[in-house]
C-alpha cells in the first residue's frame, strides 16, 4: 500500500515560522499603532519638565545669561522642537527660543487670565500646570507648561502635538514595510534552512520506502551531527538485519521445499543414476579396455606413432570418463538435496561480467563475437556459486554449437509479477536450431542431440541436467527457444 504526503515537513515548519514572524510583526505593529503616541507624549513631558528645571536651576544660580546656558537650551530646544518664552513681571523678554515672542506671550497671558476650559490638563505643580492646548489661530493642538519661575519670572513651554502624530505614522509605515520585506526575505531563508534540515528526513523517508519493496541496497550517508543522523544509522543497521534474516527465511524456505520433495523421488533417482551411469560408462570403458589389450599383445610394436594413438586413446576417454563422474556426483548432491542452496543478494551483471573476462582467451581461439547488454546493476536473489555455474554451462553450450555468424549475445529483461519481480537472463548462439523432437529431451541426463559433434567435444549430456537441477532446487524456471538462426537459452531470478 502506497502512503501519500499530504503536507510535507519542510511545508509545515517553513509555514509555521513564517507565521509566528509575520504575527509578531503585525503585533508589534499594532502595539505601535496603539500605544507609540502615548509613549511620544509622556516622553515629550518628560522633556519639557526636564527643561523646566534646567531653567529654573540656572535662573536660581544667575548663571541665565551664560554662553554654555545658551548653547544648551538652543540644543534641547531644537532636539525636542520646544518652543520656551520667560518674561519678567514688567512683561520684557528674558529668554526666547522663537522668533515670535510676541505670540508665545499672547498664549502665556491666557493661560494664567483667560484659560480656555477646554484644554486638558496633564500634570500640575506648586508653580506650574501641563495641558494640552488647541491654538485656534493655527487649529493645531499643543503640550504646553507654563507657571513661574523661582525668581518670580513667568515661563512657557510647549511643543506641537502634531509632529508626533506625524512621527508615529511615518514609524508605523515604516514599520509596516520593514515587516513586508522582512517576511519575505525570511521566508525565502527559512525555506532554504529547512530544505536543508528536511533532506536527511526524506532520505530517511526513501530508503524507508525502498525496504518496503525489499531493496537493501540504499544506505544512509551519516554527517554524524544530530539525532537525524543517528536514527539513519539505526536505519541501515535495520536494512542489514532485514537483508540477512530475509536471506536465511529464503534459504530455510527453499531447504523445506527441497525436503518435501526428495522422499519422492529418492529411490527413482537412485535407479535412474545408476541406469544412466552404467549406460553411458559402457562405451568408454570399452574403448580403454580395448586399446589397453592391444597394447598389451604387442599390436604394431615396431610403430611408435601406432602405441602413442592408442596411449591418447585411453587417456582421453579416462579424462571424458573423470570429468562426467565429477558432473555426475554434483548432479547427484543437487538432485538428493545434499547440497545446500544459500540464498543471497549480489548483482547477477556482474557476476557474468566476470565469467565473460575470464573466458576471453577461448573466445579469441574460436573467434566468437559476444555481445553483453549494458545495463544497470540487477541484484537479485539466488545461490551466487551455483548461478555462475548456470552461466558457465549455458555459455560453453554456446560456445560449443556456435556456428554462422558466430555471435553469443547475452540479454537481460526485468519482469514484474503479482507476487514478485523477476529478470530473464538469456544466452543466445547463431547456429542451427534444437530440432523440435528433441526439445522435450534436452533437459534429461545423457541426452545428446547430435551424438557425433557431442563426443567431438567431450560432451557428457550432463551439463543441461545440472541447469535443471540448480533452478529447480532454487524454485526458479528455465528454458529454450529456437529461432531460424540461432537457439536462446534463458533463466530467471527474483530481484527481491
Not at 515548519?13 to 503585525?26: D, Q, R
Not at 519639557?48 to 537650551?73: H, P, Q, W
Not at 505643580?125 to 499643543?142: C, H, K, P, Q, R
Not at 536514527?231 to 534459504?251: A, D, F, R
Amino acid at each position: 500500500m502506497k502512503h501519500f504526503i499530504k503536507h510535507s515537513i519542510k511545508q509545515e515548519v517553513a509555514l509555521i515560522f513564517i507565521a509566528v514572524m509575520a504575527g509578531t510583526i503585525i503585533l508589534c505593529w499594532i502595539i505601535n499603532n496603539s500605544f507609540l503616541e502615548n509613549f511620544y507624549i509622556q516622553n515629550k513631558k518628560n522633556a519639557i519638565k526636564d527643561a523646566y528645571f534646567r531653567i529654573n536651576e540656572v535662573v536660581t544660580n544667575g548663571d541665565i545669561l551664560s554662553d554654555e546656558f545658551a548653547i544648551e537650551l538652543r540644543k534641547t530646544c531644537d532636539m525636542y522642537n520646544i518652543g520656551l518664552l520667560v518674561i519678567d513681571a514688567a512683561s520684557n523678554t528674558q529668554i526666547s527660543s522663537t522668533r515670535d515672542a510676541d505670540k508665545l506671550q499672547r498664549r502665556l497671558y491666557d493661560n494664567f487670565f483667560n484659560p480656555n476650559n477646554d484644554m486638558e490638563y496633564l500634570d500640575e505643580g506648586s508653580n506650574y500646570y501641563m495641558a494640552l492646548v488647541m491654538d485656534i489661530s493655527t487649529n493645531t493642538e499643543y503640550l504646553e507648561m507654563w507657571g513661574l519661575l523661582s525668581n518670580g519670572n513667568l515661563f512657557l513651554i510647549r511643543s506641537p502635538i502634531e509632529s508626533i502624530r506625524d512621527s508615529v505614522k511615518l514609524s508605523n509605515r515604516f514599520l509596516a514595510y520593514v515587516g513586508f520585506v522582512t517576511t519575505v526575505i525570511s521566508a525565502v531563508l527559512i525555506w532554504f534552512v529547512t530544505t536543508r534540515i528536511t533532506k536527511p528526513i526524506m532520505e530517511l523517508k526513501n530508503i524507508s520506502e525502498e525496504m518496503t519493496k525489499l531493496r537493501f541496497e540504499t544506505k544512509y550517508e551519516s554527517r554524524g551531527r544530530n539525532e537525524i543522523d543517528l536514527l539513519g544509522e539505526h536505519i541501515n543497521e535495520l536494512s542489514n538485519t532485514l537483508e540477512k534474516t530475509i536471506s536465511e527465511l529464503k534459504t530455510a524456505n527453499n531447504e523445506l521445499l527441497r525436503d518435501i520433495e526428495k522422499k519422492e523421488q529418492t529411490d527413482e533417482m537412485r535407479k535412474e543414476f545408476l541406469a544412466n551411469v552404467s549406460h553411458e560408462l559402457k562405451t568408454p570403458i570399452a574403448l580403454i579396455q580395448g586399446y589397453a589389450e592391444g597394447l598389451r599383445e604387442g599390436i604394431n610394436d615396431n610403430d611408435d606413432e601406432s602405441k602413442d594413438f592408442y596411449c591418447d586413446v585411453i587417456m582421453d576417454e579416462a579424462g571424458k570418463m573423470n570429468t562426467m563422474v565429477r558432473k555426475l556426483l554434483d548432479l547427484n548432491q543437487l538432485e538428493f538435496g545434499n547440497d545446500i542452496v544459500t540464498m543471497e543478494r549480489f548483482d547477477i551483471t556482474a557476476l557474468i561480467r566476470n565469467f565473460i573476462a575470464s573466458a576471453e582467451i577461448l573466445i579469441s581461439q574460436n573467434e566468437v563475437h559476444v555481445r553483453i547488454d549494458e545495463h544497470v546493476p540487477i541484484y537479485v536473489w539466488a545461490d551466487e556459486f551455483k548461478t555462475e555455474e548456470i552461466v558457465r554451462n549455458f555459455f560453453s553450450n554456446a560456445m560449443n554449437h556456435v556456428d554462422g555468424a558466430k555471435i553469443i549475445e547475452i540479454k537481460y529483461r526485468l519482469i514484474e509479477e503479482k507476487y514478485a519481480n523477476k529478470v530473464r537472463v538469456s544466452v543466445f548462439n547463431t547456429g542451427e536450431p534444437i530440432p523440435e523432437e528433441s526439445l522435450p529431451h534436452i533437459w534429461e541426463k545423457f541426452y545428446k542431440v547430435d551424438k557425433a559433434r557431442t563426443r567431438e567435444y567431450g560432451g557428457s549430456g550432463v551439463g543441461l541436467s545440472i541447469v535443471k537441477a540448480i533452478m529447480e532446487s532454487m524454485n526458479q524456471r528455465y528454458g529454450v527457444i529456437n529461432y531460424t538462426n540461432g537457439v536462446e537459452f534463458w533463466f530467471e531470478l527474483e530481484t527481491k
